[in-house]
């Protein structure tokens, strides 16, 4: 694995991208999300991933050594941390009986680190090195996205998938740009966390007008946040230094 990190970055994440991809989808397709061999696979995943960047001493790097750069970092999440409340608007009702609930539960915390440190870490990392930052935005967003496809092959409904996919790219911009703007990806991570967790202790019982509603608010918050991250906050020199080009501006 380090040999290939070395020789190429990019490779290194888009290999890691498909063994997330088709070895969880594999587990939850045939074991479902609730299931103890899911939530096993992904404590494996999460600790192949997190020991090879303690390992390598790429902590700082990937935003894992500690909290924003800058003391009024947390100005910048609030937008992040009310979209990670919208599951809450629904009823607590979970999806699974225990003890399937707490796989579920863990499983999706787990979710939350993996692709955030391959889509924002692995991907987005690798692509800024290139020194086109809006590219790299761009993909580790789309691609973090379109992953969500997956979603078909697992029983969901077209519709319904696709409604997620937009959500996901959206929320890419905002996870990623959260990363880029701050040196820190532990926002991102316990956000995204935070979402997948309450979307098995939320009721999913409401109206499809509801549903489209709260999804285009969410929507619509993250293209502002995105926008104000990209325009309007100063990089820090950790993700500065990666980059050949302009900033984003």
Same mark, same amino acid.
């Given at each position: 694995?380090?040999?290939?990190?070395?020789?190429?970055?990019? *490779?290194?994440?888009?290999?890691? =991208?498909?063994?997330?991809?088709?070895?969880? /989808?594999?587990?939850?397709?045939?074991?479902?999300?609730?299931?103890?061999?899911?939530?096993?696979?992904?404590?494996?995943?999460?600790?192949? &991933?997190?020991?090879?960047?303690?390992?390598?001493?790429?902590?700082?790097?990937? /935003?894992? !050594?500690?909290?924003?750069?800058?003391?009024?970092?947390?100005?910048?999440? =609030?937008?992040?941390?009310?979209?990670?409340?919208?599951?809450?608007?629904?009823?607590?009702?979970?999806?699974?009986?225990?003890?399937?609930?707490?796989?579920?539960?863990?499983?999706?915390?787990?979710? /939350?680190?993996?692709?955030?440190?391959?889509?924002?870490?692995?991907?987005?990392?690798?692509?800024?090195?290139?020194?086109?930052?809006?590219?790299?935005? &761009?993909?580790?967003?789309? *691609?973090?996205?379109?992953?969500?496809?997956?979603?078909?092959?697992t029983g969901h409904e077209l519709i319904a998938t696709l409604i997620q996919v937009v959500f996901a790219v959206a929320?890419?911009?905002?996870?990623?740009?959260?990363?880029?703007?701050?040196?820190?990806?532990?926002? /991102?991570?316990? !956000?995204?966390?935070? $979402?997948?967790? *309450?979307?098995?202790?939320?009721?999913?019982?409401?109206?499809?007008? !509801?549903?489209?509603?709260?999804?285009?608010?969410?929507?619509? $918050?993250?293209?502002?946040?995105?926008?104000?991250? !990209?325009?309007?906050?100063?990089?820090?020199?950790?993700?500065?230094?990666? *980059?050949?080009?302009?900033?984003?501006?």
């Amino acid at each position: 694995m380090k040999k290939m990190y070395e020789k190429s970055e990019i *490779t290194f994440a888009i290999l890691w =991208i498909v063994i997330y991809a088709v070895g969880m /989808g594999t587990l939850q397709n045939n074991f479902g999300l609730d299931s103890l061999w899911h939530m096993l696979g992904l404590i494996v995943i999460s600790a192949a &991933i997190f020991l090879f960047v303690k390992k390598n001493g790429l902590m700082e790097v990937y /935003g894992l !050594a500690g909290w924003a750069k800058n003391s009024r970092a947390m100005l910048w999440f =609030i937008p992040l941390w009310l979209l990670s409340c919208m599951n809450l608007l629904s009823r607590f009702q979970p999806d699974y009986p225990v003890p399937g609930l707490f796989y579920a539960a863990v499983s999706m915390a787990l979710v /939350g680190f993996a692709e955030e440190l391959i889509f924002r870490g692995f991907l987005f990392k690798a692509m800024l090195k290139d020194g086109n930052v809006k590219a790299a935005v &761009i993909v580790s967003s789309v *691609t973090f996205g379109m992953g969500h496809i997956i979603n078909l092959f697992t029983g969901h409904e077209l519709i319904a998938t696709l409604i997620q996919v937009v959500f996901a790219v959206a929320m890419g911009f905002v996870f990623t740009l959260v990363f880029y703007k701050s040196g820190s990806l532990l926002p /991102g991570i316990l !956000a995204h966390s935070f $979402i997948d967790v *309450t979307s098995v202790l939320a009721s999913d019982e409401g109206s499809q007008s !509801a549903n489209l509603i709260v999804h285009i608010v969410v929507i619509v $918050i993250s293209v502002a946040c995105s926008l104000y991250l !990209a325009k309007r906050v100063e990089t820090p020199a950790i993700n500065r230094a990666d *980059t050949k080009q302009e900033d984003l501006a």
